[in-house]
C-alpha cells in the first residue's frame, strides 16, 4: 500500500534519526550532534527501558599492559566466536576501548576503584586475565546509562517506529507512531539502536521492549542480516518456579569472583568439559547446564558462593534480587538456570555501523559487525555498543548532503502471531538446544502468521518478533553443525567446512532469501 506523506498528523527533520535510547544510540547522538548535525532520538520506552540499564558485569577493555593486551583480548574474543569472527573487526572494536571509556569518563560515568585508587577489574568467562571494569558493583549498565541520560540530549519517549523510507537514493525517512499519531521524519540517515530479541522466549534478562524491532525494520528496508542463528543463553539467571518474562542474571563476575556451579547433587556441572571449568565461554556453559538438567531431570542448578568474602557489598544489585526470591546468598545455594540473553548477531554493518542501504546505520546489540562471531565474549557488548555508536555517529555526516523528503510510503503487510504464541514456538524448538525436527516444527507454527499491516505498539512488536522468529528458524535449519551459540542434537560436531556466517534478506517477493557471507580476515 502507497501513502502520501501528507496523510500524517506531524512531520520534522533531521539530519540522522537515532532509534533507541541505549549505549550505542545515545553515544551516536551525542558524537553526530557535536559534529554539529540536527540528530533527533527516539524511543519506544522511557529513559531506563533500555538493555543498557540492566547490564550487570562491566566494560571489557585492556588495562595494564604489563598483564594484558590487546592482542590478547582479541584473541579470548576469537576464541569464544569459534572461526566466525572476523578478527580485522574484532581488532577494530578492542583497540578502541581505551578512548571510548575515557570518553564515557569524561561525561561522568564513574567506575569502581581499588584501595590503591587504580580501577578494579574482574574477571568473567572466556577472558584469559582480570580486564573487565564496572561501576557499582554489579550496576556497570544502570551507570553508563546514568551517565549518557544526563547528557542531556533530545529524546523523544513513547515513540515507536513504524517503517524505515527509502528511495533511489538510500534512506529518506522514518515513519514513527507516537502519543501525537503517527508522524514522518525527513531525514537521510536512520541509526537503529533498538538493542536485541530476548522477548522471542519465555524467560529472558532482556527487557519487554527487547522485540528485535531493528532487525524486522533493516529486513523490511531491505538490509541483510547475518549470524541470527546465534542467540546467546546467560547461564545464570535466577530461578524462581514458574518465572516467565525478564529474569535477574546472576552477573559472570560471581563466577569470576570464585563462586562454583554444582548441581542439585552438588556435584560440578563443568568438571571435565572445558579447560577454563566455570569460567568457560557461556555457551559452553549454558550447554552443559542443560545437559545436566536433562540428565538428573530438573530444572535449575546451584551457584554456590557462599565462600564469597563481601558478597553483598561487591554485588548489591544480585543480593536484593536474591533475598527478594527469599534467597540470602551469603549462606544458600543460588538456583540458576540459562535464559536468553544476548543475540551475537544483527543487521549486518562494518565497523562504522554501515548497512547496505545507504543511509541506513546500526549499532549495538542489533547490529552485527563481525566483533561476536558465533558466541559473544563477556562484557563485550557495551565495549561495542561505545565504540560503534561513536563511529556511526560520525558516519552519518556523510549523508548531511543529501537531500530527503518522504514522497510516498509503500507499506506492506507482515506476518503477525501473538507475542505469546511466538514465545512458546521458539522456546520449545530453538532454544538452548535445537534438532531438524524441532526446527521445522517451528518454521510450520510460524507459518500460520496472518499477513496485516500493524498500527498499534502491540501489532508492531508482534510483527516484529514474528518476522525474526521466521529469519531466525530459516538460518537456523540451515546450519546443519554445532557451533558457539547454535547446539543441533542431530548434528552435534562443529563442521570446518561450514564457517562462514549466513546471510538471510527479504527478497521483491517478500520472501526470505539465504545466503553464505564468507569471511574475511576470519580468526582460523
Known amino acids: 500500500m502507497t501513502s502520501p506523506a501528507g496523510r500524517y498528523a506531524w512531520e520534522a527533520h533531521a539530519d540522522l534519526v537515532v532509534i533507541g535510547g541505549g549505549v550505542a544510540g ?68 578492542v583497540e578502541a576501548g581505551h578512548e571510548a571509556v575515557a570518553a564515557l569518563a569524561a561525561l561522568g560515568a564513574v567506575f569502581d576503584r581499588g584501595r590503591d585508587g587504580e580501577v578494579s577489574r574482574t574477571r568473567e568467562g572466556g577472558h584469559s586475565t582480570r580486564r573487565i571494569i564496572h561501576a557499582g558493583g554489579d550496576a556497570t549498565g544502570a551507570e553508563v546509562q546514568r551517565a549518557l541520560n544526563a547528557a542531556g540530549l533530545p529524546v ?38 533498538t538493542g536485541g530479541l530476548g ?69 560440578s556441572v563443568t568438571a571435565g568439559v572445558h579447560p577454563l571449568g566455570d569460567l568457560a565461554p557461556r555457551d559452553v556453559v549454558s550447554r552443559a547446564i542443560a545437559a545436566r538438567l536433562r540428565d538428573l531431570g530438573t530444572d535449575h542448578v546451584y551457584l554456590d558462593a557462599r565462600k564469597l568474602d563481601g558478597f553483598s557489598t561487591r554485588f548489591p544489585n544480585i543480593t536484593a534480587s536474591c533475598l527478594e526470591a527469599g534467597i540470602d546468598p551469603r549462606t544458600q545455594l543460588i538456583p540458576v538456570a540459562p535464559a536468553a540473553h544476548y543475540s551475537c548477531g544483527g543487521v549486518a554493518t562494518d565497523v562504522h555501523g554501515r548497512t547496505g542501504v ?36 560520525i558516519a552519518a555526516a556523510e549523508r548531511r548532503e543529501v537531500h530527503a523528503e518522504v514522497v510516498n510510503v509503500a507499506s506492506a503487510p507482515l506476518p503477525i502471531l501473538p507475542r505469546e504464541r511466538v514465545q512458546a514456538i521458539m522456546t520449545s524448538h530453538a532454544s538452548v538446544v535445537r534438532d531438524g525436527a524441532g526446527l ?20 508492531l512488536e508482534d510483527a516484529a518478533l514474528t518476522v525474526t522468529a521466521q ?20 548434528y552435534p560436531e562443529t563442521d570446518p567446512d561450514q564457517r562462514r556466517s549466513i546471510r538471510i534478506k527479504r527478497g521483491a517477493d517478500g520472501e526470505m532469501e539465504i545466503h553464505d557471507m564468507l569471511l574475511t580476515g576470519a580468526h582460523r
Open 26 to 93: 545515545l553515544t551516536a547522538a551525542r558524537v553526530a550532534s557535536m559534529r554539529g548535525l540536527k540528530v533527533l532520538t527516539v524511543s519506544k520506552g522511557g529513559p531506563t527501558d533500555t538493555s543498557t540499564q540492566y547490564a550487570q558485569g562491566g566494560i571489557a577493555v585492556v588495562g595494564d599492559l604489563s598483564t594484558d593486551s590487546v592482542e590478547s583480548h582479541v584473541a579470548d574474543t576469537c576464541e569464544a566466536g569459534v572461526g566466525l569472527c572476523d578478527e580485522a573487526a574484532v581488532y577494530s572494536v
Open 156 to 193: 523523544l519517549f513513547g515513540a515507536a517506529a513504524v517503517q524505515v523510507v527509502t528511495n533511489r537514493r538510500g534512506v529518506c525517512g522514518l515513519v514513527v507512531s507516537s502519543p501525537d499519531g503517527l508522524g514522518v521524519i525527513h531525514a537521510p540517515a536512520v541509526l537503529l539502536a
Open 199 to 267: 522477548q522471542l522466549y519465555s524467560c529472558s534478562t532482556n527487557p519487554p521492549g527487547a522485540t528485535a524491532d531493528g532487525i524486522a525494520l533493516a529486513l523490511t528496508a531491505g538490509a541483510s542480516v547475518a549470524d541470527l542463528e546465534f542467540v546467546q543463553f546467560h547461564p545464570t539467571v535466577l530461578f524462581t518456579p514458574g518465572g516467565l518474562g525478564r529474569r535477574p542474571l546472576i552477573s559472570e563476575a560471581v563466577r569470576g569472583e570464585g563462586a562454583i556451579l554444582v548441581d542439585t547433587n552438588g556435584d
Open 358 to 393: 545507504p543511509g541506513l546505520y546500526a549499532a549495538g546489540e542489533v547490529a552485527r559487525t563481525g566483533l561476536h562471531g558465533a558466541n559473544r565474549l563477556a562484557s563485550n557488548s557495551l565495549l561495542e555498543g561505545l565504540v560503534v555508536g561513536e563511529r556511526a555517529g
Open 440 to 459: 521445522e516444527a517451528a518454521r510450520i507454527g510460524l507459518a500460520n502468521a496472518e499477513l496485516t499491516l500493524p498500527v498499534t505498539a502491540a501489532e
Open 471 to 490: 529469519a531466525l528458524v530459516a538460518v537456523a535449519a540451515s546450519r546443519t553443525e554445532s557451533r558457539g551459540c547454535h547446539t543441533r542434537t542431530d
